[in-house]
């Protein structure tokens, strides 16, 4: 009898065994699928200077519209110059560079080139706080979705894409952007001319 009692508890055991097993395959093939996924999605060509800059249209936050616009499209910036900023509050490098940023909007703004700062994977009081903290004047949107990071297929924050007076991607900067980088690409298209 008490052989028959241990053989019906090994039934419940190897039962046992056998759905864990199931789930952790189950699991390992669902991470699998998700690796896959994100590989096919990151094989997305990224767009690179001498490329034409992908359509966007932002909506700026109140206090921080382009020429009194509360949205704006590419489109609406046709013939200038474009340096497009991503970065976020919480960005540790965004800080190192945001006061260059403002310099040389203040420098440039009268000459055709619009600067736009877009807020990347933020919370608007904090991007805010942030804008207000550096005391910075030029343009700023929320990146909301991160429709246009993806379109732009960012790695991270800060990046920068200076686009040219056609629309054509000129310079991308990955990491903080220094004022004699900003100088030197913006000083060149204004040179040329578009």
């Known amino acids: 009898m008490s052989d028959i009692a241990a053989k019906s508890e090994e039934k419940p055991q190897k039962s046992s065994r056998s759905l864990t097993s199931i789930i952790v395959w189950v699991l390992v093939i669902g991470l699998l699928a998700m690796l896959g996924w994100g590989l096919v999605q990151s094989s997305a060509p990224r767009p690179e200077a001498g490329e034409q800059a992908p359509a966007f249209e932002v909506e700026f936050f109140e206090g921080y519209e382009w020429n009194g616009r509360s949205s704006a499209s590419l489109d609406d910036m046709d013939?200038?110059?474009?340096?497009?900023?991503?970065?976020?509050?919480w960005c540790v490098e965004c800080r190192a560079e945001t006061d260059e940023l403002e310099a040389a909007w203040l420098k440039y703004a009268d000459q055709g080139v619009v600067f736009v700062g877009v807020a990347y994977s933020d919370v608007e009081p904090n991007s805010i706080a942030y804008m207000e903290e550096f005391a910075v004047t030029f343009p700023h949107a929320p990146d909301l979705g991160t429709r246009i990071s993806n379109d732009y297929e960012i790695t991270g924050v800060p990046e920068t894409f200076i686009i040219d007076q056609n629309g054509e991607i000129a310079y991308v900067q990955i990491g903080p952007i220094s004022s004699s980088t900003l100088d030197s690409v913006i000083g060149q298209l204004l040179a040329q001319g578009g």
């Open 79 to 89: 013939g200038q110059i474009v340096v497009m900023n991503f970065w976020a509050s």
